[in-house]
């Protein structure tokens, strides 16, 4: 009877085991899953026929633009979905919204490093919340994401320069899967990332900035 009672037991303890590392597989994933999700963006017209817009300012956004030294190198330009944002309207003057979204699963932001061809590379994902919708939510730190607190960005109005690069003060994380980087797979940029084929350079962004 005893034996009974403990394999009894001892089935109870591994299910509640094999639940466990369910719940854990449909919790944040991996890097592999996210790669595997996002391998479609290569193509940006993929991503744009799945709602994601270019950055209204038409950046290719480098580390000097936000007063950060150059040899950090470069973000690139931003392609966003306004829903998972949670933008409604025009940026007015920056760009604002609602979303708490940061499921990796399905990233908000898809950043591409232009070609001198003109197309488009792939070079990372990223993730980004609004300060003041996340914590209106409820939330008293920042997300993360596999241990690390995403970025938190905002302009200093006493510089010339955009630390925001023309977004409301904001969260944000970014996931180097499609171009080795030298600063780490979350630094918010890459050196091994050039915004050379891209026409708008530092005295556009900041007369952009400015108006």
Known sequence: MRTKIGAAALAVVMGLCASASLAGNQGEPSLDEVRALTAKYQDVKVAMADGFVRDPGNMCDTADMMGRPKKLGAMGIHYFRPDLLGISDPPNPRVSGTGTHTDFRKPSILIYEPQADGS??????????FR????????????????????NMWDDPATEIDEAHMFEPHYDRHVWLYRDNPN????????????????????????HAAR
């Open 120 to 129: 488009l590379k792939l070079v990372a994902v990223e993730n980004l919340v």
């Open 132 to 151: 003041k919708s996340w914590h209106e939510a409820g939330n008293e730190r920042p997300p993360s994401f596999h241990g690390v607190e995403y970025d």
């Open 184 to 207: 780490g797979m979350f630094a918010q940029f890459n050196p091994k990332v050039s915004c050379a084929a891209h026409k708008t350079d530092l005295a556009e962004h900041k007369a």
